[in-house]
């Protein structure tokens, strides 16, 4: 079902056994890195969790590479920040975005990633309703950990949705419904240029 993406699509591959197949993945993978590593640095300062268009980033590159590509990718942009490449927001690297306040969010995007990559392999991104179920679920399944976690630091309760819910409530839905708007938008350029 991996060929029903927009990466796919536009890069099919022919044969795991090509070598081209490795150049193809590692050039994608680095791709969506950069992109997610962008929507990283456009970020508002709140403490102590940024606001920044990473979810956003996020939900494009899973939904244009599928499941296994994209999981793939962003385990990558996390990996990359842990070794010391200054791909999150406020240029922190290393363990301490993980261990610090943003830890869980960063855990989340593994599963945002999951779940918006296993829509796209079911076709859900080529309309904007399943588009939109997909990513919001994903959006708020990044929340679950991201508050768990977060609640470490600020404490349950009012305090917490004060710090880590209430300040991303509406940016999540302005990005969540842009990333919804863009996948359908993108297959329609995509049916163009392979017509």
């Known amino acids: ?19 081209g197949t490795t150049f193809r993945s590692l050039a994608l993978v680095a791709g969506g890195v950069c992109l ?9 300062p709140f403490w102590p969790v940024p ?7 996020i939900s494009v590159v899973a939904a244009a590479y599928g499941l296994r590509l994209g999981v793939a990718t962003v385990a990558a942009y996390l990996l990359a920040g842990l070794l010391g490449a200054p791909v999150f927001a406020g240029w922190s690297v290393g363990i ?10 960063l855990a989340g995007f593994l599963m945002m ?3 918006i990559g296993a829509a796209a392999d079911r076709g859900w991104d080529k309309a904007w309703p399943t ?10 399944i990044v929340f679950v950990p991201g508050l768990l976690w977060l609640g470490t630091f600020t404490g349950y309760g009012e305090k917490l949705l004060a710090a880590g819910l209430w300040p991303f409530a509406l940016g ?4 969540t419904a842009l990333a919804a708007a863009v996948m359908p938008m993108a297959w329609s350029l995509v049916s163009r240029l392979k017509a």
């Open 1 to 19: 079902m991996s060929d029903a993406t927009i990466a796919a699509t536009l890069w099919p591959t022919r044969s795991s056994a090509l070598p």
């Open 36 to 44: 997610i590593t962008l929507g990283a640095k456009a970020s508002v």
């Open 51 to 57: 606001l920044t268009l990473q979810t956003l980033a």
């Open 96 to 105: 301490a975005p993980f261990m610090g306040p943003t830890g869980g969010f």
């Open 113 to 115: 990633a999951a779940i």
């Open 131 to 140: 588009t939109l179920a997909a990513m919001a679920f994903a959006n708020v």
């Open 172 to 175: 999540t839905l302005v990005k």
